[in-house]
Nanobody, 118 residues
Framework: QVQFVESGGGLVQPGGSLRLSCAAS???????????MAWYRQAPGKQRELVAD???????NYADSVTGRVTISRDNAKKAVYLHMNSLKLEDTAVYYC?????????WGQGTQVTVSS
């Protein structure tokens, strides 16, 4: 059973930057490298939403709310996915998760908290 472990969150001021990392444990390399990987986030009182995803060939897709401020990347050899976030806004505050797209229900990790506050 694949499990995702997210890290890199923290407290940052508006306009700041963060780099989130996700490692896939238990995932077979051959499956990871052909899977669409994604970052999701869930803010307090809201449903989890897709932030960005990246196809095996590197094509990316971003939510309108983060376009131009966020870059998703992947390292298949390390079975890792990254999210570089710049120009952070108060509304980016959420717990960030990674998973496949579409996500595997039983593979959600603990997530990493991102708090944007002055």
């Amino acid at each position: 059973q694949v499990q995702f472990v997210e890290s890199g969150g923290g407290l940052v001021q508006p306009g700041g930057s963060l780099r989130l990392s996700c490692a896939a444990s238990g995932s077979i390399f051959s499956i990871f490298r052909i899977s669409v990987m994604a970052w999701y986030r869930q803010a307090p009182g809201k449903q989890r939403e897709l932030v960005a995803d990246i196809a095996p060939g590197g094509i990316t897709n971003y939510a309108d709310s983060v376009t131009g401020r966020v870059t998703i990347s992947r390292d298949n050899a390390k079975k890792a996915v990254y999210l570089h976030m710049n120009s952070l806004k108060l509304e980016d505050t959420a717990v960030y998760y990674c998973n496949y797209n579409p996500p595997l229900r039983n593979s959600w990790g603990q997530g990493t908290q991102v708090t944007v506050s002055s």
